[in-house]
Structure formats: C-alpha cells, structure tokens
C-alpha cells in the first residue's frame, strides 16, 4: 500500500512562513496530491489539492515537482490559530486516501 | 450547506448496548465513508459508500454495521463493543469515489465504551 512519509513535527513563530514536504515515492499516475488540516478533536479540513507545478489558494501554496515524488505545503505568515496536525494522505491509485502519521506544526508567540 | 454533520457529537455506551452514530451531508456527495481515530493516531478507513452501496469495507469486526439509507445519510450501528474501540469517529464525504474532488469530513462522535 503506498504511504508518504513527513516529518513528524516542526516549530515555527508567528508571522514565519512555514513549508512542510511530504515524500511520495510510490504515487501513481492517476493520484492527486491532497493536504488536508486537523485540530484536536476535530475532523481533518481540506486545505488544497494539485496534479502538478504550483497550486495557491487564499490560505496556502502546494508545489509539485515535475516527478511528482514529493510535495511541499507552503503556509505564509503562520499565526497561532495555524497550529494543528498536517496530513498529505495517499492512495496509491486506489483514489482512497491513506492518512500516515501527519506532521504536528507548533507556532509560537 | 457545505457541512457534514454528525450526531451525537459524544456518547458513551456500556459493552451490552447498541447505539447508531449518525450522518448526513446535503451537498450532493455520491461518496461517504467512516474513519476511525484513535488519540495521537491518523484516521482509518472503515467503509466506504459509493452511489449508496457498500463498495469498501476494511476488515472491520462485525459489532459495527454501517447503513446508507439515502445518498444524504450514512448511519453507523454499534454493537457488543468493546473499551479499545473507544475512538473519534469520523464521517467524510466527497462528490465521487474519486480522490481529485477531496472529502470533507465531519467534526467527529466521540465514542467511549464502558
């Protein structure tokens, strides 16, 4: 079953912009690349999704290399409101995510 | 409406009892599944709902039978549980059983088993 791999957790400060890369080495040609955001006790919340290139919306950048073989979400000017749990699920062309460990961001005053 | 809603949003039920855990979405969604999240832990897959027939079903023991009465709810019916299967269950949607359109998921049933 294909699984992407993150760090597991990163520390940042309020007003940094933080960027976290997930690995996908066994993506298959049909998978999107799909960030999803979890708070405690909440359910995750979709943050942004791409094929390939560079993706923004109003809440963060996805850049996708030519290979597809990892991904890096990019959050500009964190705030402490953006400290939660990251996922980049994979499916390995089955289109159901797989959600590994995810990487747990801190941000600091 | 661009909500998944689930209720309760906490319960608590003894080893002999049978609860239902419920869901329901009005955006239109043909997908809806049930995750499973232990503290600390990614979700897990249980099921899967495509077009309101079963499609995946992850192994998961017979004490939880999930139900799709409609293409706007999915119930998930509990029985003869046991403590370990006390957990954050999480019901997600999506427009298709295709990852390009992205789930949104519901805010959880916080289940403890006495």
């Known amino acids: 079953l294909a699984k992407t791999t993150q760090p597991i957790s990163m520390d940042s400060y309020e007003g940094q912009e933080v960027n976290i890369t997930c690995s996908h080495n066994?993506?298959?040609?049909?998978?999107?690349i799909t960030w999803y955001q979890q708070f405690p006790s909440q359910g995750p919340r979709f943050i942004i999704q791409?094929?390939?290139t560079k993706v923004t919306n109003e809440v963060a950048s996805l850049f996708i290399p030519a290979d597809r073989k990892s991904s890096t979400l990019s959050l500009p000017r964190v705030s402490l409101s953006d400290t939660a749990v990251y996922y980049c699920?994979?499916?390995?062309?089955?289109?159901?995510?797989?959600f590994g460990r995810g990487t747990s961001l801190i941000v600091h005053p | 409406d661009t909500e998944v809603t689930q209720t309760p949003k906490h319960l608590v039920m003894g080893m002999t009892n049978k609860k239902s855990l419920k869901c329901e979405q009005h955006?239109?969604?043909?997908?809806m599944y049930w995750y499973k999240q232990k503290a600390k832990k990614p979700p897990e897959l249980m099921f899967v709902?495509?077009?309101?027939?079963?499609?995946i079903n992850e192994s998961v023991p017979s004490r939880f039978s999930p139900e799709c009465p409609n293409s706007s709810l999915l119930n998930l019916h509990l029985h003869a549980l046991q403590p370990e299967d006390s957990a954050l269950y999480l019901c997600?949607?999506?427009?298709?059983?295709?990852?390009?359109?992205?789930?949104?998921f519901g805010s959880g049933t916080r289940l403890t088993v006495v």
């Open positions: 997600a949607s999506s427009q298709g059983a295709q990852e390009e359109y992205g789930y949104t």
């Open positions: 066994n993506i298959a040609t049909n998978d999107y």
């Open positions: 791409g094929y390939k």
């Open positions: 699920p994979s499916s390995g062309g089955s289109y159901i995510p797989t």
């Open positions: 955006m239109g969604h043909r997908a």
């Open positions: 709902y495509s077009y309101e027939k079963l499609s």
